[in-house]
């Protein structure tokens, strides 16, 4: 794996970690605005990835 691919993959890895730390009523109904208002960071490819990680992990 090269270094770019095993960075995007920590960064789904944050993602996914930062929903495991709320509630489920803090992700009932979490709407997408929401969940771009937690994601830390602005720029393509890690932006999509971490919203990725973090909408497995609350079953979106």
């Known amino acids: 794996m090269d270094m770019a ?3 995007l993959s920590r960064i789904y ?4 970690n930062k929903a495991q730390l709320l509630s489920e ?3 009932a109904g979490l709407k997408k605005d929401s969940m ?4 830390p ?16 992990a609350i079953g979106s």
Request: glycine share 10%.
């Open 25 to 27: 009523e803090q992700t």
């Open 41 to 56: 960071y602005g720029a393509e490819p890690e932006r999509s990835r971490w919203m990725e990680g973090f909408a497995k």
């Open 5 to 7: 691919n095993y960075r």
């Open 36 to 39: 771009a208002a937690l994601n």
């Open 13 to 16: 890895a944050e993602g996914w």
